[in-house]
């Protein structure tokens, strides 16, 4: 079943897989760079075929391959400033959020992932063009 987790902010590399330290999606990161990480819905059970680029304390298959061009990542690398405002605007999602944190911990949320979001676009610029790179080269 699906799995309810809530970290507005998760170091993606802290625990790089063998597949992973050199895959070309993941090249010029940082240990120290960090995503938006928030999961109502995460796949656990990774399909059998997928090679696990990276994982992290919170989730064993934040980066995946399937295939030659596919890949999936269990974060939110598209998080820009209006995307909180659309999340909380989706009927329960404010609920949800107060529920897996604690009451009154949605300002803290917010603010975190306002704080954070110079730092969480600049990686997500690099990962696109690594995908880029890696699709279209």
């Excluded at 990480?37 to 990276?54: F, G, Q, R």
């Excluded at 603010?111 to 699709?135: D, G, R, Y």
């Amino acid at each position: 079943p699906p799995r309810s987790t809530l970290f507005p902010y998760t170091t993606l590399f802290r625990s790089p897989t063998e597949e992973g330290l050199n895959h070309p999606l993941l090249k010029n990161f940082r240990k120290s760079d960090k995503w938006v990480n928030v999961h109502l819905v995460e796949v656990v059970d990774a399909p059998k075929e997928a090679v696990i680029l990276a994982t992290s304390s919170n989730c064993q298959n934040h980066v995946m391959q399937l295939g030659e061009f596919a890949y999936s990542c269990q974060f939110h690398p598209e998080v820009c400033d209006h995307t909180l405002d659309g999340w909380l605007k989706i009927p329960g999602i404010p609920e949800a959020i107060e529920d897996l944190l604690g009451a009154g911990s949605l300002d803290h949320f917010k603010s975190s992932i306002t704080e954070n979001l110079p730092a969480n676009n600049a990686a997500s610029l690099i990962l696109f063009e690594n995908w880029c790179n890696l699709v279209f080269n």
